[in-house]
């Protein structure tokens, strides 16, 4: 860890005015400035703004710096948003961590956390070992020549399904962006991982009312029970009515360089019976366009798989 | 049933580990690694490294602190840093920066410029198996090969040509960390020409004496410190580089000086258990008697070729009675961290091809594991005459069977809605092993007593294994002794490995007391003493009188002006190594569910039977077990070291170096069958410290296969080897 300058702004302008790196729980940043992944010389402390409160009076609105275990425990929430936060990081990370932090998170590719090796994404153009290196973490889908790092939360998964758009605000003023915009594919500046603007602060995340969700879930596939990033996850919403699916929300994390929307697996689901056969005729094609690595190609029959687990679970009294 | 003495120390953060230690002036030391595999430092800039704030020195290959290596005879030679310039792996110790603070020691030391000759480093065990090397000989003397077979067979290949049911299959295992909670480190201090050196080691004697040899000082003016360790498991058998160091510039800077590892730096600067390829061929009649065993092992070394994980040595050379068995070791070295001791070396990965090959030889003829291992169960080891001093195997798995629901398991396993559920088994053993250790007891003038010894108690409860044999030998309350160990000053325990203490130590105190109560008695029938001229005897912390009179031994002390009376007790292997074979043996037993779609294995129950001698303190035994049963899970299904082909490690870190947590681990079952085991050690125990780890991920692996149908050959099992589509 490099020597910083620490302050805590008390009002969102002030904290728009300085230039710095805003810090909610820390978890990720103070985790990276001791890697010395990141090296900000400025930190600004964001705790005590007013960036707090959960609303569901129509839809859910999440302040920017509620912390993951207060989301994940909050009545109004979507099945599917408590289960990728509860199954996200440890109890102790998520009374810690803020969901604009989360959204922020940063790869944990391994060589992107590792100065002494190159990394296009930390230092553009130094190259991508993890093209021909340990890849079996990495991407399947939305990879390039650049970069095949994964999006590493959860919770973004579970957004993205829901088409959640967050607020932020900068010193002109707020726009609010769809979070399925809001990452960036790699291509080649993987360097620039959102839409954020320099000096943008997430000040809330936005999801649509959507009443068939209460029959969601997150289907989080790791290599052991808790306290680990996903191999391959699943969101997933469905609308059944009279034995038929009305309506689908689908997406896919652990396997993708952003959140992964999957609407060709939705619109497969449309219309269909709530069976084992539509699942799979509609899984297969999740895995369109996917690119594996030397030590990742058991993603793609993976994905299928975990998204037809995701689709049982919610589907189980339908069919018993 | 009694619980650790040490527990409420621990758990109150009132027990003072190595690094605890904060002596006044005490500055503080930080290792620089290599960051190439192979090759050599041509040269190190460290200019700025002595500018940077804070900085007392900087040792490095060229500007070094003297150090000789020092040899002991259980780790062999013990590699000292900084003292010529070759890299044999990456993460190699070749610099140490001091500074007053630990912050000012680490920035400093990432200043340091490292100029590399770089040769092409070999790191991959598969890619090394074509210059494999013959082993030398293991720890007891057996050659790389050894050969047993019945008279007119010609070879192992003709035994298992004429066998009528054979199975051959490679097995590999992945080399693992030890990766205890304490890092290594040490805090160093010297006074008046003597070193005080506060390290969790294994051994204080043996970590004293390899002090003095690597210092080149006399014995006596070296001494080790560690009554606490957190966590070794064969991985500070060995002097730590953060000792060494510290040692040398503490006595150079003349000031104390800590060294501590970082987590990431544990990984490679330390020791590692090897990665194993192993082939094994099993012939046997129709009726199940194993006619040939053939089992060759490759396993990782590094270029110094300093220690060889001998896993067919350890596991088929024993296991069964086969008229015909061939055995082979072979080691490949390679630039990877140094290999050591790890929890059940050799018979943590042996156990994991041998119990999987007799699965898949019970697959094969249509027969039940338990009822083939109980078939082939040996009364002695192949070829040799002498038989098991007293093995219960076939009990525990009767016990095994009846508690786990074994009748219950059919071949294709069972359906839980969408999970998999199969049911395995392994034999587990461990050899009963006794290395030389001398224990002190004390009888003091206030009625205490004490029971001292050097050797250390790294989590295993030795404190309390102490107290409990000292309070038995002399017949008082636990309560009344006082148990002192990992001190270098003391009477030399020895190693605390190879699930010896319990014996070892345990033993010595056996020969201690009745000394010091001869010694009591003498005193107390001396003239002028209470019982002068009487006959006396002693029973219940008394010394007695035929004609009734008793007086407690600190009342005699007392009466005879002694404030204590002590005597030394020394065992060691003996006689009975001529006479019998020795080993614990286990059943280990465990429940997984495979998810029918996504293939996350886990681990629903488990069950571990063992027949280790006598069980002195039951509750710190059925821990030990069951940590290495939990290890023994995280073999099987998390853990394993990265090596990329440059040397550098994918997954040095715990975010990256899985290890279980509480969500993968059901709970655990430990059963006892106790039957002291007088003929290896006057106190009857085998040991329980690494039995528990054995046979584990064969279980689960015969369990995986049981319930879906596919033989996964490989540890740790990934998600992967279950997917087909
Ligand atoms: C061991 C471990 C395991 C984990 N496992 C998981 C897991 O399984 N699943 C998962 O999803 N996550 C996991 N995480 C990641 C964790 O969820 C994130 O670290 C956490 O959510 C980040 O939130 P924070 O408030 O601590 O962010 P900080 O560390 O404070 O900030 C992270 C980044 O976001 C920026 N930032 C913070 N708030 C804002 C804002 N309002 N507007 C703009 N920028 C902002 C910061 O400048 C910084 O760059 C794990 C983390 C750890 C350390
Ligand atoms: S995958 Fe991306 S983050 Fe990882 S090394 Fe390559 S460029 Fe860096």
Same mark, same amino acid.
């Given at each position: 860890m490099r020597p910083f300058e620490l302050t805590a702004p008390e009002t969102v302008d002030a904290a728009l005015a300085s230039p710095g790196t805003f810090l909610a729980g820390g978890t990720t940043l103070v985790d990276l400035m001791k890697l010395d992944v990141l090296t900000p010389e400025r930190v600004l402390d964001i705790n005590t703004l007013p960036l707090q409160g959960i609303d569901t009076t129509d839809g859910l609105r999440i302040g920017a710096l509620e912390r993951m275990s207060d989301v994940a425990a909050h009545p109004g929430t979507y099945p599917v948003i408590s289960r990728a936060l509860l199954l996200s990081a440890s109890q102790q990370l998520r009374n810690m961590a803020s969901i604009g932090g989360n959204l922020m998170q940063r790869t944990r590719c391994g060589y992107f956390r590792d100065v002494s090796v190159p990394c296009n994404r930390r230092e553009p153009g130094s190259g991508c070992p993890a093209l021909t290196g340990a890849n079996r973490m990495h991407a399947v889908l939305g990879t390039s020549e650049s970069c095949v790092a994964t999006h590493a939360s959860d919770l973004a998964v579970a957004l993205v399904a829901l088409d959640a758009r967050v607020r932020l605000v900068g010193s002109d003023g707020e726009r609010t962006v769809a979070l399925a915009d809001f990452y960036r594919m790699p291509a080649d500046t993987p360097e620039v991982e959102t839409d954020l603007r320099q000096g943008e602060l997430i000040s809330e995340v936005l999801v649509p009312r959507l009443d068939w969700a209460s029959r969601s879930t997150y289907v989080k596939v790791r290599?052991?029970?808790?306290y680990e990033f996903a191999l391959c996850s699943a969101a997933v919403a469905l609308d059944v009515q009279d034995s038929r699916i009305v309506d689908a929300r689908v997406a896919a994390g652990g396997v993708a360089t952003v959140p992964w929307r999957l609407p060709s697996v939705e619109q497969a689901l449309r219309g269909a019976p709530p069976t084992q056969e539509t699942f799979e005729a509609a899984a297969a094609l999740a895995t369109e366009g996917a690119r594996p690595l030397s030590g990742n190609g058991f993603k793609a029959p993976l994905l299928r798989r975990t998204i037809i687990r995701a689709l049982r679970e919610v589907t189980e009294e339908d069919r018993a | 049933m009694t619980a650790r003495l040490d527990s409420p120390l621990k758990v109150t953060g009132r027990a003072r580990y190595g690094s605890d230690h904060n002596p006044p002036g005490m500055v503080f030391g930080y290792v620089v690694l290599s960051t190439v595999a192979h090759g050599e430092v041509t040269a190190m800039d460290v200019t700025a490294v002595r500018d940077a704030p804070g900085v007392l020195a900087v040792y490095t290959p060229f500007e070094s602190l003297e150090l000789h290596t020092p040899h002991n005879p259980i780790m062999g030679a013990t590699w000292v840093p900084l003292q010529d310039t070759d890299v044999a792996y990456r993460g190699q110790p070749i610099g140490f920066v001091v500074a007053e603070t630990f912050e000012q020691a680490r920035d400093a030391a990432s200043l340091v410029e490292v100029s590399y000759r770089e040769r092409t480093p070999l790191t991959s065990l598969e890619d090394g198996l074509a210059a494999a090397e013959d082993a030398p000989p293991s720890m007891d003397g057996s050659p790389h090969t050894v050969t047993v077979l019945a008279?007119?067979?010609?070879?192992i290949e003709d035994a298992l040509a004429a066998s009528p049911v054979v199975v051959e299959a490679t097995y590999t295992t992945a080399p693992q960390n030890h990766a205890a909670m304490e890092p290594h480190s040490a805090v160093a201090v010297w006074e008046s020409g003597t070193l005080t050196v506060y390290s969790g080691n294994q051994g204080s004697d043996l970590q004293a004496a390899s002090l003095a040899q690597a210092l080149a000082e006399p014995l006596s003016a070296v001494h080790a410190v560690n009554p606490f360790v957190g966590g070794a498991f064969g991985g500070k058998g060995a002097t730590s580089v953060p000792a060494f160091l510290a040692a040398a510039a503490a006595r150079d800077l003349g000031r104390p000086v800590k060294a501590a590892l970082t987590r990431e730096q544990v990984f490679t600067a330390t020791g590692t258990r090897a990665a194993t390829v192993q082939r094994l061929a099993l012939g046997a009649e129709k009726d199940g008697t194993l006619v040939a065993l053939r089992h060759d092992s490759w396993s990782s070394t590094p270029m110094s070729r300093a220690f060889i994980e001998q896993t067919s040595h350890s596991t088929s050379r024993e296991w069964y009675t086969t008229p015909n068995m061939v055995i082979s070791q072979k080691m490949v070295p390679l630039n990877i961290p140094p290999t050591t001791f790890m929890r059940a070396p050799g018979e943590a990965p042996g156990s994991f091809a041998l119990e999987s090959a007799i699965d898949e030889l019970a697959v094969e003829l249509g027969m039940d594991p338990i009822e083939l291992r109980r078939r082939n169960s040996?009364?002695?080891?192949?070829?040799?005459d002498l038989q098991w001093s007293s093995k219960h195997l076939d009990e525990c798995f009767g016990i095994g069977a009846e508690r786990f629901g074994w009748s219950q398991r059919s071949e294709g396993g069972r359906v839980d809605g969408d999970w998999l559920v199969g049911l395995g088994t392994a034999t587990a053993m461990f050899p009963a092993l006794r290395f030389p250790a001398s224990v002190r007891v004390t009888l003091n003038a206030d009625d205490t007593a004490e029971v001292a010894t050097s050797g250390a108690d790294p989590g295993t409860g030795l404190l309390s294994v102490l107290s409990l044999i000292g309070a038995d030998s002399l017949d008082i309350a636990p309560e009344r002794v006082t148990p002192r160990l990992?001190?270098?000053?003391?009477?030399s325990g020895g190693m605390s490995g190879g699930s010896t203490a319990t014996a070892s130590a345990g033993s010595a105190i056996m020969v201690a007391a009745p000394e010091v109560i001869d010694e009591l008695l003498t005193l107390a029938a001396a003239p002028g003493a209470p019982f002068e001229g009487a006959e006396v005897s002693y029973a219940d912390g008394r010394v007695l009188a035929t004609d009734g009179r008793s007086l407690t031994f600190g009342e005699v002390l007392r009466a005879v002006d002694r404030s204590s009376i002590a005597a030394v007790g020394s065992s060691a292997p003996g006689e009975e190594m001529s006479k019998h074979s020795f080993s614990s043996f286990g059943a280990q037993f465990c429940e997984v569910r495979v998810h029918r779609w996504t293939r996350e294995v886990r681990v629903s129950r488990m069950l571990g039977v063992f027949d280790? &001698? *006598?069980?002195? @303190?039951e509750q710190p035994a059925r821990s030990q077990l069951m940590g290495g049963m939990i290890w023994g899970v995280s073999a099987a299904l998390h853990e394993g070291m990265e090596i990329e082909?440059? &040397? *550098?490690?994918? @997954?040095?870190d715990f975010a990256s170096y899985l290890i279980p947590v509480n969500a993968d681990i059901p709970d655990v079952d430990v059963q006892f069958v106790q039957y002291p085991d007088t003929l290896h050690n006057p106190v009857g125990a085998r040991g329980v410290g690494e039995i528990g780890i054995v046979g584990v991920a064969a279980a689960i692996a015969n369990a995986v296969f049981n319930a879906t149908g596919t033989r996964v050959r490989n540890i740790p099992i990934a998600i992967e080897d279950l997917l087909d589509e």
């Amino acid at each position: 860890m490099r020597p910083f300058e620490l302050t805590a702004p008390e009002t969102v302008d002030a904290a728009l005015a300085s230039p710095g790196t805003f810090l909610a729980g820390g978890t990720t940043l103070v985790d990276l400035m001791k890697l010395d992944v990141l090296t900000p010389e400025r930190v600004l402390d964001i705790n005590t703004l007013p960036l707090q409160g959960i609303d569901t009076t129509d839809g859910l609105r999440i302040g920017a710096l509620e912390r993951m275990s207060d989301v994940a425990a909050h009545p109004g929430t979507y099945p599917v948003i408590s289960r990728a936060l509860l199954l996200s990081a440890s109890q102790q990370l998520r009374n810690m961590a803020s969901i604009g932090g989360n959204l922020m998170q940063r790869t944990r590719c391994g060589y992107f956390r590792d100065v002494s090796v190159p990394c296009n994404r930390r230092e553009p153009g130094s190259g991508c070992p993890a093209l021909t290196g340990a890849n079996r973490m990495h991407a399947v889908l939305g990879t390039s020549e650049s970069c095949v790092a994964t999006h590493a939360s959860d919770l973004a998964v579970a957004l993205v399904a829901l088409d959640a758009r967050v607020r932020l605000v900068g010193s002109d003023g707020e726009r609010t962006v769809a979070l399925a915009d809001f990452y960036r594919m790699p291509a080649d500046t993987p360097e620039v991982e959102t839409d954020l603007r320099q000096g943008e602060l997430i000040s809330e995340v936005l999801v649509p009312r959507l009443d068939w969700a209460s029959r969601s879930t997150y289907v989080k596939v790791r290599d052991r029970q808790s306290y680990e990033f996903a191999l391959c996850s699943a969101a997933v919403a469905l609308d059944v009515q009279d034995s038929r699916i009305v309506d689908a929300r689908v997406a896919a994390g652990g396997v993708a360089t952003v959140p992964w929307r999957l609407p060709s697996v939705e619109q497969a689901l449309r219309g269909a019976p709530p069976t084992q056969e539509t699942f799979e005729a509609a899984a297969a094609l999740a895995t369109e366009g996917a690119r594996p690595l030397s030590g990742n190609g058991f993603k793609a029959p993976l994905l299928r798989r975990t998204i037809i687990r995701a689709l049982r679970e919610v589907t189980e009294e339908d069919r018993a | 049933m009694t619980a650790r003495l040490d527990s409420p120390l621990k758990v109150t953060g009132r027990a003072r580990y190595g690094s605890d230690h904060n002596p006044p002036g005490m500055v503080f030391g930080y290792v620089v690694l290599s960051t190439v595999a192979h090759g050599e430092v041509t040269a190190m800039d460290v200019t700025a490294v002595r500018d940077a704030p804070g900085v007392l020195a900087v040792y490095t290959p060229f500007e070094s602190l003297e150090l000789h290596t020092p040899h002991n005879p259980i780790m062999g030679a013990t590699w000292v840093p900084l003292q010529d310039t070759d890299v044999a792996y990456r993460g190699q110790p070749i610099g140490f920066v001091v500074a007053e603070t630990f912050e000012q020691a680490r920035d400093a030391a990432s200043l340091v410029e490292v100029s590399y000759r770089e040769r092409t480093p070999l790191t991959s065990l598969e890619d090394g198996l074509a210059a494999a090397e013959d082993a030398p000989p293991s720890m007891d003397g057996s050659p790389h090969t050894v050969t047993v077979l019945a008279s007119g067979v010609e070879s192992i290949e003709d035994a298992l040509a004429a066998s009528p049911v054979v199975v051959e299959a490679t097995y590999t295992t992945a080399p693992q960390n030890h990766a205890a909670m304490e890092p290594h480190s040490a805090v160093a201090v010297w006074e008046s020409g003597t070193l005080t050196v506060y390290s969790g080691n294994q051994g204080s004697d043996l970590q004293a004496a390899s002090l003095a040899q690597a210092l080149a000082e006399p014995l006596s003016a070296v001494h080790a410190v560690n009554p606490f360790v957190g966590g070794a498991f064969g991985g500070k058998g060995a002097t730590s580089v953060p000792a060494f160091l510290a040692a040398a510039a503490a006595r150079d800077l003349g000031r104390p000086v800590k060294a501590a590892l970082t987590r990431e730096q544990v990984f490679t600067a330390t020791g590692t258990r090897a990665a194993t390829v192993q082939r094994l061929a099993l012939g046997a009649e129709k009726d199940g008697t194993l006619v040939a065993l053939r089992h060759d092992s490759w396993s990782s070394t590094p270029m110094s070729r300093a220690f060889i994980e001998q896993t067919s040595h350890s596991t088929s050379r024993e296991w069964y009675t086969t008229p015909n068995m061939v055995i082979s070791q072979k080691m490949v070295p390679l630039n990877i961290p140094p290999t050591t001791f790890m929890r059940a070396p050799g018979e943590a990965p042996g156990s994991f091809a041998l119990e999987s090959a007799i699965d898949e030889l019970a697959v094969e003829l249509g027969m039940d594991p338990i009822e083939l291992r109980r078939r082939n169960s040996s009364l002695a080891p192949p070829g040799k005459d002498l038989q098991w001093s007293s093995k219960h195997l076939d009990e525990c798995f009767g016990i095994g069977a009846e508690r786990f629901g074994w009748s219950q398991r059919s071949e294709g396993g069972r359906v839980d809605g969408d999970w998999l559920v199969g049911l395995g088994t392994a034999t587990a053993m461990f050899p009963a092993l006794r290395f030389p250790a001398s224990v002190r007891v004390t009888l003091n003038a206030d009625d205490t007593a004490e029971v001292a010894t050097s050797g250390a108690d790294p989590g295993t409860g030795l404190l309390s294994v102490l107290s409990l044999i000292g309070a038995d030998s002399l017949d008082i309350a636990p309560e009344r002794v006082t148990p002192r160990l990992g001190d270098s000053a003391l009477p030399s325990g020895g190693m605390s490995g190879g699930s010896t203490a319990t014996a070892s130590a345990g033993s010595a105190i056996m020969v201690a007391a009745p000394e010091v109560i001869d010694e009591l008695l003498t005193l107390a029938a001396a003239p002028g003493a209470p019982f002068e001229g009487a006959e006396v005897s002693y029973a219940d912390g008394r010394v007695l009188a035929t004609d009734g009179r008793s007086l407690t031994f600190g009342e005699v002390l007392r009466a005879v002006d002694r404030s204590s009376i002590a005597a030394v007790g020394s065992s060691a292997p003996g006689e009975e190594m001529s006479k019998h074979s020795f080993s614990s043996f286990g059943a280990q037993f465990c429940e997984v569910r495979v998810h029918r779609w996504t293939r996350e294995v886990r681990v629903s129950r488990m069950l571990g039977v063992f027949d280790a &001698g *006598r069980i002195i @303190n039951e509750q710190p035994a059925r821990s030990q077990l069951m940590g290495g049963m939990i290890w023994g899970v995280s073999a099987a299904l998390h853990e394993g070291m990265e090596i990329e082909a440059d &040397g *550098r490690l994918a @997954n040095g870190d715990f975010a990256s170096y899985l290890i279980p947590v509480n969500a993968d681990i059901p709970d655990v079952d430990v059963q006892f069958v106790q039957y002291p085991d007088t003929l290896h050690n006057p106190v009857g125990a085998r040991g329980v410290g690494e039995i528990g780890i054995v046979g584990v991920a064969a279980a689960i692996a015969n369990a995986v296969f049981n319930a879906t149908g596919t033989r996964v050959r490989n540890i740790p099992i990934a998600i992967e080897d279950l997917l087909d589509e």
